[in-house]
């Protein structure tokens, strides 16, 4: 059997935490070729974003303190996540390099005094950079050979987009069989770095925050593996936020579409992307708690069982939103008209994560990120109002809530339900928008009544009575 094997951030940021996960890897390697993706310590990537911003101010103290706790965090747990003299002199000079590495490529960009996201990109994979060898060097003093490869060097390809690069998926396939092969065959663990790629012309590049998921499927895919366990600190995916609904209880077994809804709004135990390259070859993916493996996790498949397949599965919220409304009558009837709305929002990378359009025409509304509000409203306002546009107002503290289940589809008053079920608690809604699927049912309504409409939408389709 191939597995396919994700560890993220809370797995490795401590010795202790390191050990257990070699060990964990070494108990699953009888009779599997096992490979293995690791993210960076937690908050490393966090740091090396806030950085970042350090560096385009020019503050040399704050960049000088960034790698000295690097360096401290990392050296301390190699030193004592790795009891063999030999192995961990090994791990720790490779730390010290690839620490003093980044505070070159800091060092040089603080004198350029910008920061490109092609250097972003490069800042930002240090983070798995340093984690990975300690993994592999791990495993290596417990008895598993191991090889820590970057993305770069284990074969995954990916466009020149930087920041959110996208795989090439035909050439990734044969590099990453390619380069993974002799190694699996040989009985070593390839330890791979999540998140990083290279475009063709050799310059590192991400996939995305959170994208060691996504390398994990995409190596899955490459080599063909039978499942893919992304390792969390959490036993699976839920009926809904456990710090919203206290009874939320963990799914069994989603399907691929029902996952993509969920991560789509807001499960962020799991990258929206990570399911694509798993997809077509029906690879199953199990989501899994590094700290309590008796817990078999939820299973996401092409094909659930007939006894997991209800109505709604989830009650999903995303906070920290807004909603933008434009209006005007020379919209109507128009043609082209949101074409430019959305363009002009693209061209500004603003993410629309949402949309809903009267039947009048007249007016459009979109949720976007509370984050990007100040830029899209600027964008809108000097490029389309007065032309296209006449008016625009702004709700800048909404929250979306989505209900997803494939059991929706075709049945008769799911959409009554979820309103009347808010309706009672005396929840307004503010905005609606359901797409052809079924798979989902979103809506828009004030944060300060999230709480109370996921609650009131998680007892209405009774998930806190489901038990494992």
């Known amino acids: 059997m191939k597995l396919v094997m994700k560890f993220g951030g809370t797995a490795v940021d401590s010795p202790d935490k390191v050990k257990h996960v070699a060990k964990l890897i070494k108990s699953h390697k009888p009779g599997n070729d096992v490979v293995c993706v690791v993210s960076a310590v937690r908050g490393m990537t966090d740091g090396l974003l806030a950085i970042a911003d350090s560096v385009r101010r020019g503050d040399k103290t704050s960049i ?78 417990i008895g598993v050979d191991a090889e820590a490869l970057t993305g770069k060097e284990a074969g995954i390809v990916t466009d020149s987009n930087f920041g959110e690069a996208r795989p090439l998926i035909d050439t990734t396939k044969l590099r990453v069989n390619h380069k993974l092969s002799p190694i699996t065959k040989r009985g070593a663990v390839p330890v791979i770095t999540g998140f990083v790629g290279a475009d063709q012309h050799g310059n590192i590049t991400t996939i995305g925050r959170g994208g060691s998921d996504y390398t994990a499927t995409i190596v899955a895919a490459s080599i063909g593996a039978d499942e893919v366990w992304l390792w969390s600190d959490v036993d699976g995916l839920m009926t809904a936020d456990p710090k919203i609904v206290k009874s939320a209880q963990v799914l069994k077994e989603v399907s691929f ?50 006894d997991s397949q209800k109505i709604v599965k989830s009650v999903s919220a995303i906070r920290h939103t807004a909603l933008i409304d434009v209006s005007g009558g020379g919209m109507v009837g128009a043609p082209g008209t949101a074409a430019k709305i959305f363009d002009t929002l693209a061209k500004n990378r603003v993410n629309i994560m949402m949309i809903s359009q009267s039947p009048s025409e007249s007016s459009i509304s979109m949720v976007v990120r509370k984050t990007d509000l100040d830029k899209a409203t600027t964008t809108l306002e000097l490029n389309l109002l007065g032309k296209v546009i006449k008016q625009v107002n702004v709700s800048d503290d909404v929250a979306v809530i989505a209900v997803v289940g494939s059991g929706m589809r075709g049945i008769k008053g799911v959409a009554a339900k979820v309103f009347g079920a808010v309706a009672k608690h005396k929840v307004n809604v503010i905005m609606i928008a359901q797409g052809s699927s079924e798979l989902n049912l979103a809506f828009v309504v004030s944060d300060s009544d999230c709480e109370r409409a996921v609650n009131a939408l998680h007892d209405e389709f009774g998930l806190r009575a489901r038990r494992r």
């Open 257 to 306: 579409a029902e996952a993509m809804e969920m991560a789509l709004f807001g499960a962020k135990y799991m990258h929206p992307r990570a399911l694509e390259p798993v997809m077509d070859t029906k690879i199953p993916i199990r989501i899994r708690n590094t700290f309590n493996t008796k817990h078999p996790g939820t299973v996401i498949t092409q094909r659930p069982s007939r």
């Open 64 to 141: 000088e303190d960034f790698v000295k706790k690097a360096l401290s965090i990392h050296t301390e747990i190699a030193t004592n996540a790795i009891s063999d003299k030999k192995q961990r002199e090994q791990a720790l000079a490779g730390v010290k390099k690839t620490v003093g590495e980044l505070k070159d490529v800091l060092g040089g960009i603080v004198l350029l005094g910008e920061v490109t996201p092609k250097s972003l990109d490069y800042m930002l994979s240090f983070g798995e950079r340093l984690s990975t060898p300690i993994v592999a060097y791990a495993l290596m003093d």
